[in-house]
């Protein structure tokens, strides 16, 4: 964020790490799991040559952007800042505050930011906490706009058209729910690009800038560094690479990336519906992962694409990596139980797992990957995507038993090969799916690839948890 010395009363408390899980959390480290494999096989996959003839011009959407925010003082400016920079400008921006508590400084700086650039903010202060999800269910609601777009506090959109290609790409058919670009860290770097940016400059009013979230000492550093080349590393070989080849094999993704443009109409519908019947699994999991599989089990598609870039803060040190990590993979395995008719293999022929038919219809308006909605079918038939949901889950699971057994089993030889293997094919994906700078960017790979296999106790940790809280769940019933 932007500091002044003004501000410095409104900042007294430290800055806090985000309180939503990452989406980063979650993504691939292992190119020799089986969401990795499905991925390189959708890759091969020819996809649906069906061209899309949208039913209505994106430009008239209506777009609201929501900015769920919970102490986020320390990157709300520049969240802000990232916004007003886009091509395409939203109708209304309402920042939710989450009761942040009276020493943070989120909302004063939002609406001095808002009043220094002259754009109209609506604020929305909860008096008790509610949670992201129960945020995006009042929101989704209350507003009256064709595409809700929500983007967290702690998120800025780097690239200048990311809202524009996100709506774009919302109205390429009916049944496309979501749209989400690329996600990666926002670095000290980053932050410090933004913070010279006109409207930030014209915040301060001449002030100087300082970042609360700058490392302090050698070792801050180094570990902040650390943090942000692993997620970086991963997120490109998941976004890049898995997501790339489920888009290409079902047309969608398991779940949204960071700032994420959504129908608010099926949001809204969706929502309300899962509301009443799963409350527990919106405290208890990941908002994004529980959304993704309600759209896909609706046969709504996620689609994402890898031109739009966004940045999000993680928190910070090396330490966090494992906690992320065991959070997301519980939260994923929990959801994952609520939609088990989802993670079956479908009934249908792979040749029909999406209507092909559909080119040879007299329809006016085409679709690629065009399916059925609603739950009953996909309780009878199964989805196509769901080998994806499927894979994802099998992920968190099968790597880590694998490396057990063979360490229970005293072959250490395999285990040493293995590594081997999958290090040099983690390099080589690596270096495929890097925008730029190739050779820097697998040095920074093979730098951070011991921190990889920290996630396999994360994993374990994270099925423990859930089978724990499963099982207590079974006994109470």
Known sequence: ???????????????KPPAALSPLGGATRFVLGPDTLVGAAGLLHPGDPTVAVPAVDWRQALVDVVIPACRDQATIVLCLAALRAQTLKPRRIVLVDDCSGERDGTRV???EFAHANGFALD?????????RMATLCEQAARLEGDVMVVVDAHVVLDSPDYLEQCVRGLYQGSGVAAVCGTLLPLRDRDRRRWAMSDAVRRWLGGDAWRDPLQAVGVWQRIGGWLADTSHECSGLVHQ?????????????VCHPNGAVAYRRRYLDAL????????AHLHAAGHEDVFI????AN???RTVHLPGPLARTQLPAGVGALPRLRARYSASLLRTGSRFRALLRPPSAAPSDWWSHGA??????????????FGGLRTREHGRPVGWAFACSLLDKVAVPLAVIGLLVAGLWSWLAWMAVIETALWLLVLGAVAPAARGRTMLKGLLVAPLRYLDLAADLAGALTFARSHGKRASGR
């Open 1 to 15: 964020m932007a500091v002044s010395p003004r501000h410095a009363a409104a900042l007294a408390s430290p800055a």
């Open 109 to 111: 700086l939002a609406r």
């Open 123 to 131: 604020v929305v202060e909860q008096l008790a906490p509610g949670g």
């Open 240 to 252: 890049r690479f898995v997501q790339r080849g489920q888009m290409r094999a079902f047309g969608s």
């Open 271 to 278: 929502l309300q519906r899962y509301r009443a019947e799963d």
């Open 292 to 295: 993704g599989f309600a759209l």
């Open 298 to 300: 609706e046969g709504f």
């Open 359 to 372: 080119r040879h219809e007299q329809r006016r308006l085409l679709e690629p990957y065009r399916q059925a």
